[in-house]
């Protein structure tokens, strides 16, 4: 497609921002980044119509926007702050160029909210949905870098926000907690960090086995975000349920020391940040009741194939893989 790609180009280099790192973007083969003292931080994810959004309810720029969002809660998720994008389009060829341009609207309003630079990327068109891919980058200082797996023994759980329910349209306009996570990075030792992309208890699962511990959950104490009481009310499943699986809440789920955890609650309530459980020496998610520990099973979004149709189970938040 090269009239496409080359006209796009040309409305792109009028419209995405750079910064200083950025000695070369878009128009050459490759990006040129200047390199600085700090680690720099590389991630990536796709998103597809018919699987994460659908293009026949949902507005294009709505998806553009959650291809960067997401991507910037990746790396909030190790502490770090997001730097410059790459972005690869992959167009339906009816209207490829249309579509192209309502999808960038959202990339744009994304990046300029978090300060990224569009550095470069990829058009293509075929016979398929739209997929939008983004590789983001940024950076981080060596000693303050974030992992699943730095979690140990009797360390308070701490979730950001509340959570549930996203499926009424919150999926499509994730706030990821990059500002959030640059101010715990100043007032506390974050040991382990993960964001909630495939439900709370999963990716809690997985940080717990990165860390090789367990969790003891208070249950009662999981912030439960007012649509996932709406959305008990038409689903048959209860707010807790939609709290402790549904996913793209793009929260964040850290680790410390009970200590931190206390001046957290004493000194900056305002934060919103909640412990809601205790790393323990066994392995699995489990909870007190009447006087006994009882296992919970984690429950999310399993990434399998799908097929590309336009219906509403099949976007990632489906209630069937969840169950």
């Given at each position: 497609m090269?009239?496409?790609?080359l006209?796009?180009l040309?409305?792109?280099?009028?419209r995405?921002?750079?910064?200083?790192?950025?000695?070369?973007?878009?128009?050459?083969d490759?990006?040129?980044?200047?390199p600085?003292?700090?680690?720099?931080?590389?991630?990536?994810?796709?998103?597809i119509?018919?699987?994460d959004?659908?293009s026949?309810e949902?507005?294009?720029?709505d998806?553009?926007?959650?291809?960067?969002?997401?991507?910037?809660?990746d790396?909030?998720?190790?502490?770090g702050?997001?730097?410059?994008?790459?972005?690869?389009?992959?167009?339906?060829?009816?209207?490829?160029?249309?579509?192209?341009?309502?999808?960038?609207?959202?990339?744009?309003?994304?990046?300029?909210?978090?300060?990224?630079?569009?550095?470069?990327?990829?058009?293509?068109?075929y016979d398929?949905?739209?997929?939008i891919?983004?590789?983001?980058?940024?950076?981080?200082?060596?000693?303050k870098?974030?992992?699943?797996?730095?979690?140990?023994?009797?360390?308070?759980?701490?979730?950001t926000?509340?959570?549930?329910?996203?499926?009424l349209?919150?999926?499509?306009?994730?706030?990821?907690?990059?500002?959030l996570?640059?101010?715990?990075?100043?007032?506390?030792e974050?040991?382990?960090?993960?964001?909630?992309?495939?439900g709370?208890?999963?990716?809690?699962?997985?940080?717990?086995?990165?860390?090789?511990?367990?969790?003891?959950?208070?249950?009662?104490?999981?912030?439960?975000?007012?649509?996932?009481?709406?959305?008990s009310?038409?689903?048959g499943?209860?707010?807790?349920?939609?709290?402790?699986?549904?996913?793209?809440?793009?929260?964040?789920l850290?680790?410390?020391s009970?200590?931190?955890?206390?001046?957290?609650?004493?000194?900056?309530?305002?934060l919103?940040?909640?412990?809601?459980?205790?790393?323990?020496?066994?392995?699995?998610?489990?909870?007190k009741?009447d006087?006994?520990?009882?296992?919970?099973?984690?429950?999310?979004?399993?990434?399998?194939?799908?097929?590309?149709t336009?219906?509403?189970?099949?976007?990632k938040?489906?209630?069937?893989?969840?169950?």
């Amino acid at each position: 497609m090269p009239d496409v790609e080359l006209s796009f180009l040309a409305y792109l280099r009028g419209r995405c921002r750079s910064l200083p790192s950025i000695h070369l973007g878009i128009g050459d083969d490759a990006a040129a980044i200047t390199p600085n003292e700090k680690l720099q931080l590389s991630c990536t994810d796709q998103i597809i119509d018919g699987v994460d959004f659908l293009s026949s309810e949902h507005a294009l720029k709505d998806a553009g926007y959650k291809s960067v969002a997401i991507n910037v809660s990746d790396i909030a998720a190790m502490g770090g702050i997001p730097k410059a994008a790459l972005v690869t389009l992959t167009l339906p060829v009816e209207n490829s160029t249309k579509i192209a341009g309502e999808v960038y609207e959202g990339i744009l309003e994304a990046s300029k909210k978090y300060d990224i630079a569009i550095a470069g990327g990829d058009i293509s068109t075929y016979d398929g949905p739209l997929a939008i891919n983004v590789c983001l980058l940024g950076e981080v200082a060596e000693n303050k870098i974030w992992r699943r797996s730095g979690a140990s023994e009797n360390q308070a759980i701490m979730i950001t926000g509340a959570v549930g329910g996203s499926l009424l349209r919150r999926h499509l306009r994730p706030e990821p907690r990059i500002e959030l996570a640059q101010e715990l990075q100043t007032l506390v030792e974050v040991t382990a960090a993960i964001d909630i992309s495939d439900g709370l208890s999963l990716d809690l699962d997985r940080l717990c086995a990165a860390s090789g511990v367990g969790a003891e959950l208070y249950t009662d104490r999981i912030p439960i975000h007012s649509d996932a009481t709406k959305l008990s009310e038409s689903s048959g499943r209860s707010p807790f349920q939609h709290a402790w699986s549904d996913g793209e809440d793009f929260e964040l789920l850290l680790t410390m020391s009970q200590q931190d955890a206390d001046l957290i609650a004493l000194q900056r309530p305002d934060l919103g940040v909640t412990q809601i459980g205790t790393t323990v020496g066994r392995t699995g998610l489990w909870r007190k009741h009447d006087r006994k520990l009882e296992r919970l099973p984690p429950q999310g979004y399993m990434h399998q194939g799908t097929t590309n149709t336009d219906n509403q189970a099949n976007i990632k938040q489906n209630e069937t893989s969840k169950k």
